[in-house]
């Protein structure tokens, strides 16, 4: 009897010291957010950001809290440290003179680790209007472009992917010719072709171009897409392969393709994305080649370094009857010579690269100029958080849009969009494209 006294009362000890010792472990939420359900404000309106630090869904007090609030992508106007309490720490601005975009940057340090929080207010975002110049043959210089690839035959390869294909779709690893640069005249562009399967003889689908976001990696084709019934093309711009292992894409993204957004910027001729911009033209020509395309319904989407050829691809080739494009990139980029954020790849917030040279070449390439000449419906969407391409840099570009446009804010999101957002760019595609 004592022995099992004994052993209970020991096992109440150990049960009781290891509660004592027990460490909650939990991450630490920064939830900034604003007045206004919109977060859009008049000019001069005072904006009040509310900054909550909570753990466990539970607000924490006695944490050094920072904040720095300013302009998108410039230096704060307000910097400050405070100590956080039982309630949101309040915030309050005095609003901008200007159209844009006013952000407040929200920092916790804990354990080792830095917890982060932002939220950011629009000015009149309608009334942004584009900093860079139109240049006054930027026609001609496209047109020019595009004769030149004409005389250049395509070629195409086909490599079926048995392993890659499905039983609604067929994949194809693909390549075609396109215009080169530097002494090279002739290039080729890769991707991956993915064909709606049919039991129904010479039967047409439309088709889809998907243009790449920045970088350098392998893809796998838009095979939801293909299912559905939609001839889709997704692209490389890096004139490689696209079916290689990672670590193949990782020794060019940290070799010869570092930085591959500013090279040969100098010369308008020569700039890394001349030959992109016209293989989006020929990546059409390859896709509406196919015997299977139906010969009149043809749409571009892409994100990123990808809305930003969207928006040149609908521009630039009038086959095109509609375009997705989310937070495109190499919007309004001389943004920064005026104060502002300029679009990615921020180049001219650097000084030194605000050369007459540089700067009249990213005017041929800015996504403000393709979007003036926009003939045909598109879907755009970005949040006021992303810290990649400003939104000040993206309304300069969707301003100046005068054909029917539909835009989808995901207010706090950064550089990406919502599982929302996607869903509904996707359905508005496939309306459009299977409807007609």
Known sequence: MKQKLVASILLILFVCLTAATQDSIGTYQIRVSLDRPDWTYELNQPARFTVGVTLNNAHVAGLPLKYACGPEMMPPIMEKTVTTAAQPVMIETPGMKEPGFFRCIATVEKNGRTYRGLATAGYRPDLIKPVVGEPADFDRFWSDG?????KIAVEPKMDFLPASSTPKADLYHVSFQTVGSGFSPVSRIYGILAVPKTSKPNQKFPALLRVPGAGVRPYTGQIAMAESGIITLEIG?????????????DDLRNGALNRYMLYNMDDRDDYYYRRVFLSVVRANDFLTSLPQYDGRNLGVIGGSQGGALAIVTAALDPRVKGLAASYPAMSDMAGYTANRAGGWPRQFHDVKMRTKEKLETAAYYD??????????PGIYSWGFNDEVCPPTSIYASYNVISSPKTLLLGLEMGHANSQEQGDRINKWIEDRLLKE
Do not use: C, D
């Not at 595009?146 to 004409?150: G, Q």
């Not at 004139?239 to 290689?244: D, L």
């Not at 996504?367 to 045909?376: E, G, S, T």
């Open 237 to 249: 711009i890096h004139g490689i392969p696209v079916t290689q292992p990672q670590s193949f894409y």
């Open 146 to 150: 595009k004769e030149k690839l004409a």
């Open 367 to 376: 996504v403000v100029n393709f979007a003036r000449r926009l003939k045909v």
